[in-house]
């Protein structure tokens, strides 16, 4: 194993870094006060023998950092706004158009008139499908133009295999998607 760099240890575990810590835990509120002061008046005494050009010149550095900071931070809440009015005004006008590509988490699309569609619970006459409130009438059949006949139980083999009294039908319906890809091209009509 290599040997380790010295300065390699990025967590500063060394001794010197651990009596420093535990020195700094046992500090009493006083005690932080008043090194925090004197941290105060020491910075107050170096920026007062400094010369004057280089403090404004540090001064005006700081202003226009501050500046810009602020002018961004501006910027990019105005064109989120923007955006989030755009979406807003997009989902009142009752325009869904790629609305889906332009979603704010801050508007409530679940309570827009044109989603709230309501439950299935509206019966066909005529073939007893249930449909939504709003659904036209007779899409489902034409009107009970359109009869499907019943759905005849499939062969034995694969009955069992379905409705899982078949010992095989656990991994049978766990794959049943490959098994359906595979065939989807053949015929299984009987043969007489």
Do not use: W
Request: overall charge positive; proline content about 5%; hydrophobic content about 25%.
């Amino acid at each position: 194993m290599p040997r380790k760099r010295k300065g390699a240890d990025l967590s500063r575990s060394t001794s010197k870094a651990r009596k420093l810590r535990n020195s700094r835990s046992e500090r009493t509120e006083e005690q932080i006060q008043q090194q925090n002061t004197d941290a105060r008046v020491r910075m107050t005494r170096l920026h007062q023998e400094e010369p004057e050009d280089t403090r404004d010149e540090r001064n005006e550095v700081r202003r226009l950092e501050q500046r810009q900071s602020r002018r961004f931070t501006v910027n990019r809440r105005r064109t989120n706004d923007q955006q989030r009015q755009q979406v807003h005004r997009a989902f009142i006008s009752d325009s869904f158009l790629r609305l889906a590509f332009q979603y704010e988490p801050d508007i409530e699309y679940y309570a827009h008139s044109k989603v709230v569609i309501g439950a299935m619970d509206k019966e066909c006459p005529h073939c007893h499908a249930l449909k939504f409130k709003n659904e036209p009438a007779g899409m489902c059949c034409a009107s009970g133009k359109v009869q499907l006949p019943e759905i005849e139980t499939p062969p034995e083999p694969l009955n069992g295999l379905l409705i899982g009294t078949d010992p095989d039908s656990n991994v049978f319906l766990k794959s049943i998607l490959r098994f359906n890809s595979c065939f989807q091209m053949t015929s299984f009509e009987q043969q007489k």
